[in-house]
């Protein structure tokens, strides 16, 4: 079985322990693809934060699939893409290549994302933004990838 985990980077709903609508969207998602959703939370916008929980997750081997929603703008304290970067030992620039293109379709906002992917030690690291609607419909179009990818390098 393949495991994954969600995290919302999210200042105030980190401090509120409030939950994402965008990771649950995802959790539902995932779950019914066959993924089992070992972990799920809130992070706060601080970049050090955010690359050290990508960073020991994916070395501990407990999951093949990370995704973060939120922080993927260009205010200051949104650090999701830079985070990823600093975590990942490769990155996998058409993932977010082809959600921006892919979001473009409603927005022209879109160009503004500042998403990322990448590998670490065998897991898949994905960047989405924070509506629960547009991270839900982006990891639907990309999720046969996401999964081949998944398969490969678990093996």
Avoid at 119 to 147: C, G, Q
């Amino acid at each position: 079985m393949m495991r994954a985990a969600i995290f919302s980077i999210d200042t105030g709903a980190y401090k509120a322990k409030a939950e994402s609508a965008a990771a649950t969207a995802l959790k539902r998602l995932l779950e019914q693809v066959g993924f089992e959703v070992k972990a799920a939370g809130n992070l706060p916008q601080e970049k050090a934060v955010v690359t050290s929980v990508l960073s020991q997750l994916a070395d501990s081997g407990s999951v093949e699939l990370i995704l973060t929603t939120g922080a993927v703008g260009y205010q200051e304290d949104d650090c999701a893409a830079e985070a990823l970067t600093d975590a990942a030992e490769r990155l996998i620039p058409g993932i977010p290549e082809a959600l921006r293109a892919y979001n473009l379709r409603y927005s022209k906002k879109a160009i503004l994302e500042s998403m990322a992917a990448g590998i670490r030690n065998k897991t898949l690291v994905i960047n989405l933004p924070e509506s629960a609607k547009t991270a839900k419909e982006d990891m639907e179009y990309i999720l046969p990838e996401v999964v081949q990818v998944v398969e490969n390098i678990s093996l």
